[in-house]
Structure formats: C-alpha cells, structure tokens
C-alpha cells in the first residue's frame, strides 16, 4: 500500500496546527455593552451599584455621567442609552413625553440633600436664621458657586433656596454657575469661589471642603432621583428592577442618599 510521504505528512499537520491556531486566536465575543446614562452627582454610587450587578456576569457596563438635562440632550439626539437616572424628574417627564422611556416609565431610588460649602480652611462661620445670612459680607466681592440653573438640577433646587433665603438680587451676578454639581464642587475646592451650593453627598466625598449648613427641604422642591428604560433588552430590564432591591438600597444609603419616598415616589418635580 502506498505511504504518504514525509513531506506530505508534514504538509498536513502543519495545516491542521495552522487551523487549531487561528480557531485558538480568535477573540471571544464581548457582551452586548450596558449604556448607563446618569447625573455626574452619582459617580461614585453608580460605579459601586454597577460592579454590584456585573458581579458574576459577563457585562460590559459603561458610564455616562454629565447634568441631567444635558444627558437628556443626548438621548434625544440618539445617543444609546440603556438606563437613564436624572436628579429632577423633570427631565426624565421630557424624555417621557418625547416616547423614549419604555414602560412602565419612571421609578425613583433615591434622595438628597443641599448644602450650603466653603474651602476647609474658610474662616466663614453661618450662625442665626438662614434668612438673615448677609451674603454680600460671606461672598465678600466674589461669587457663590453652582450648577448652572439652566439645566442643572443641582442649580435649579439651589437657585429656589436662594430666593427664598433673600439671596441678592439680580442673582446672575452673584452667582459662578458650573456645567455640573462636580464642576461647582471643584470650584470651592480650588479656593475659587468662597461658597459653594451641591449636593450632601457631593461634600462628604471631599476633604477640602467644609459643610457650613444644610438647607431645609422647604426651602426647595424635593431632590429625588428618578430612573428609566430606554431600551426593551433584558439586561436593562435586570438593571432596572436590580436598582430597586433590597441589595441596591444598601448602597444607596451607604453613600448618604435617602431613601425613595414610596408615598409620594415621583409625582414631585421643580415648579
């Protein structure tokens, strides 16, 4: 019987490692990516909330954090959020009404507070009623840091404190409004502005500011955070009914949020 010769054999098993090799090399794919588009006021929770839920799961989790209303920008522009968690649910209603939350619509998760900051090593000290702080002595020619009432919300629930605390009229010229609660934070950390309004949570995470007040919550609408489905894939649906558990709320709460009011929930909004 005829032998294939060494040559041939050698032939033939170089083609088949060449096969083993390439089958061996191609890339594994990649889950489909996880679009969660959220207020930059939740940077830290949102990273400890979406290693929580890919814990065990093969899920690429990506991170959009900006202003409320500038996320909301975008979506409406066609960006491809899966998840979007908004500071006012006033900009989680216009998406809603433009038909780009699935149902069954929004649901809030958490809450927050707003805090009155100065640099660590400040001398400003508040004393007395809130409404007879004298503002033009605090800010001392400069101007009170926050977000940009335009479309942050940071900024349009401190922009309602201030006017009813008395806070000096025209405001515009009191005020260094910033694309974000962060950015507004950083301004008072760099020692450029000697007040700062941001979120509690915001002023906890840094050491180089202190907190002079917390406002009352009647001085402002509620700060509640709202969450919605952009898209009808299961893992959104997972990350949606994940934000609300048990295992979630820790924490929230663990990064000084308050609790959803299940009484109320999100029928509340900036007037």
């Not at 010769?5 to 083609?15: D, G, N, Q």
């Not at 007879?132 to 977000?147: H, I, N, V, Y």
Request: hydrophobic share 45%; aromatic share 8%; proline share 8%.
């Amino acid at each position: 019987m005829h032998r294939p010769s060494t040559t041939y054999r050698r032939a033939v098993l170089l083609i088949l490692f060449g096969l083993g090799l390439f089958g061996a090399c191609r890339p594994t794919p990649r889950a489909q990516p996880l679009h969660i588009y959220a207020a930059s006021s939740l940077a830290e929770v949102m990273e400890a909330l979406s290693d929580a839920f890919a814990s065990g799961r093969d899920l690429d989790i990506r991170l959009n954090l900006a202003s409320s209303g500038t996320l909301a920008r975008q979506i409406r522009a066609g960006a491809p959020a899966d998840i979007y968690l908004s500071a006012n649910p006033r900009w989680s209603r216009y998406l809603d009404s433009l038909g780009l939350l699935r149902p069954p619509g929004l649901v809030e998760v958490a809450g927050n507070s707003l805090v009155l900051i100065a640099p660590q090593d400040s001398p400003v000290t508040l004393a007395g009623d809130p409404g007879t702080w004298a503002w033009r002595e605090l800010l001392q020619g400069k101007r009170l840091s926050m977000g940009d009432p335009a479309h942050v919300p940071a900024g349009q629930y401190g922009q309602q404190a201030l006017e009813r605390l008395g806070f000096p009229q025209p405001m515009e010229k009191h005020l260094l409004p910033a694309a974000d609660v962060r950015a507004a934070l950083m301004v008072v950390e760099l020692g450029e502005a000697p007040l700062g309004l941001v979120y509690a949570t915001d002023a906890r995470h840094s050491a180089k500011v202190r907190v002079l007040a917390t406002l009352a919550d009647s001085l402002h609408a509620p700060i509640r955070y709202t969450a919605g489905r952009c898209t009808d894939t299961g893992m959104a649906q997972d990350y949606m009914a994940f934000l609300q558990s048990p295992e979630a709320q820790t924490i929230w709460k663990a990064f000084g949020f308050t609790p959803p009011d299940p009484l109320k929930n999100i029928a509340h909004e900036l007037q």
